[in-house]
Structure formats: C-alpha cells, structure tokens
C-alpha cells in the first residue's frame, strides 16, 4: 500500500520572493523582500508615495531589475518565465486617450498578441474571449466604441479587460480605482469581486483600501524600501492604531 500524502499547507504558491531586491539601472529601491503569495489570494499592497509599491511588483514582470534574492511566479524563476500571457498587468494612471484611434473591442485583443501572432486573423474564439472580458469590465454596450469617448474610469476598464483576456493565473494591479469615478470604482469592485471567487490572484498596489473592501484578504505594506506589514487587513487595523498611538506618545512626550 502506498504511504499517505504529506499534508497540504494550503493552496501552492504562485508568488515567492526571498531577500529580494528590485530597482533601477543597478540602483535598488525595494530590499530585503520575504513574499510568499498562494493561489486565490487578495493582496493589497499599500504604502506611501515613492516608498516602491510600484517597483516591487514589476519585479514580477521583469520591469524593473531583479538586484538580488529569488523571486520565483507560477513556479519558475522570474527571469525564466516566458509565457507572460499568465500574469495580467495592469499598469498605474494609464488611460489610452491619444496615440492610435481604436475601439474598445480593438484595445481588448491586443491582450491576446502574446498567445497570437499579430498577423494569423482572430479566431471565433478569440473573439469571444474579447467579448467575454468587456462584458466582465462591465463594458458590454461599449465593444465597438472608440476608446476616446470613454470616461478615465471606462478607460481603465478597457485596460483591465485586455489584461484579463488571456485568462491569467495571477493578475497585477497598480492602482486599478485611482482617479475613477464612483460609477466605475463599483463596476471594478464588482469584477474583482467576481475575480476573486473565481480563485484569482491577485497583488493590488492602492491607496484606496475602502474600495476593495471584502476583496481584499491580506495586506502587504510597503515603507521605506521595506515591507513593515503582511497580514490580515484586521491586523492590519491593529497596527496602524499602534502607530497612531506610538507617535501621539511622541508628540505629547
Ligand atoms: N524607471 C525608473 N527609473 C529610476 N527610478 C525610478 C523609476 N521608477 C521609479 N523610480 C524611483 O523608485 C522610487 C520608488 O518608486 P515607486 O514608483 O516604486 O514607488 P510607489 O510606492 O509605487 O509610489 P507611488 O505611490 O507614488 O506610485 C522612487 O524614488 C522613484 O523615483
């Protein structure tokens, strides 16, 4: 009879950074870095202006430099992974107003070149695809609008819809609500939500935690080049009332 398998910690991890650094032509700005991220979990990556949400997670990406540590996604060493159609990226305050008129419907398959060369025509089911991630960014009624009719926060969804096209295991954000309006921060509450149960994972860099409330499982803070938090965004309460309390001690003392 065969042995019993060893037992499960918890689902496989899609993330794993140990002492890694990230920065820019040889010059780090994020160190030290101990990340593990398993499938289906919700980060929220938070910190203040410049402190290197930004660069942490297009280390990820191979778009900033990985200086040192390993860093390891979906199971190969960062530098390896060449199937990028399995991490979705969507990039911090990019709306797609000038350049190339396009549609909505246009912007979306551009997220299948990867899986596509450019020049074999769209197949039905690549069609699909494209029409199955507008209807998911809430953008149904919009597949053969010119992008530049669209709202900031419309746009964004376009950007988040060709990210989610090619169906990635996990999905990068950086800062998906910031400058978009009520109507679309629900929308894009919505579809992470659905995300989410679907089992994505997901790392959002964000300064608008409240609106990823209940998406969001774990929080991950990042202060001068450092991460000083991972945990539960209930721990994390916790610790921002510490700090509060720690500095109003320093003021009165
Ligand atoms: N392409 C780049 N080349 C050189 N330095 C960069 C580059 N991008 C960012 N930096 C520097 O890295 C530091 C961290 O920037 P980063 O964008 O990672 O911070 P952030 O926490 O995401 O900030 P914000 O909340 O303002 O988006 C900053 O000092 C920034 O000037």
New binding site residues.
Partial sequence: MSSAPAATTGPAPVIIMRSASF???G?P??TDVDLTVRAGEVVAVL??????????V?GLLGL?EHLSGTVEVLGTPVARLHDRARIGYVP?RHTLVGGVRATVGEVVATGLLSRRPWWRPARRADREAVRAAVEAAGLGDRLRFDVESLSGGQQRRVLIARALVARPEVLVM??PTAGVDRASQDVLARVLRRLAAEGTTMLI?T?ELSALRGIVDRIVE?DS?HVTFDGTPERYADHQAELARRSGREVLG
């Fill in positions: 920065g820019y032509a010059r700005v994020v910190g203040p202006n410049g402190s290197g949400k930004t660069t942490l297009k900033s911090q950086d800062e860099v300064h990042v080049s």
